[in-house]
């Protein structure tokens, strides 16, 4: 599904999708599938506004930042 002709990613990036696959027992595309599920459910509570409570105010921008969100 993913290969690095669809996809440019650093080698060391492409390493701990290969490890992480390994120690799961899971394919490198189900590691980059879970991946990517886990960023848009984080970046959609970190727009809702969900997450922020639980980041130290301090940091919240770098957050919003990282997200664009604002």
Same mark, same amino acid.
Request: charged share 25%.
């Given at each position: 599904?993913? $290969?690095?002709?669809? %996809?440019?990613? $650093?080698? *060391?990036?492409? #390493?701990?999708?290969?490890? *992480?696959?390994? &120690? #799961?027992? %899971?394919?490198? *595309?189900?590691? +980059?599938?879970?991946?990517?599920? +886990?960023?848009?459910?984080?970046?959609?509570?970190?727009? *809702?506004?969900?997450?922020?409570?639980? %980041? #130290?105010? &301090?940091?919240?921008?770098?957050?919003?930042?990282?997200? #664009?969100?604002?």
């Amino acid at each position: 599904m993913f $290969s690095r002709n669809h %996809i440019q990613m $650093s080698e *060391s990036l492409m #390493d701990l999708i290969q490890r *992480s696959a390994r &120690e #799961d027992g %899971i394919r490198d *595309s189900e590691v +980059m599938i879970r991946a990517l599920a +886990m960023y848009f459910t984080f970046r959609q509570e970190v727009r *809702s506004g969900l997450v922020l409570g639980l %980041i #130290d105010p &301090e940091h919240q921008h770098q957050l919003k930042q990282a997200f #664009d969100v604002f």
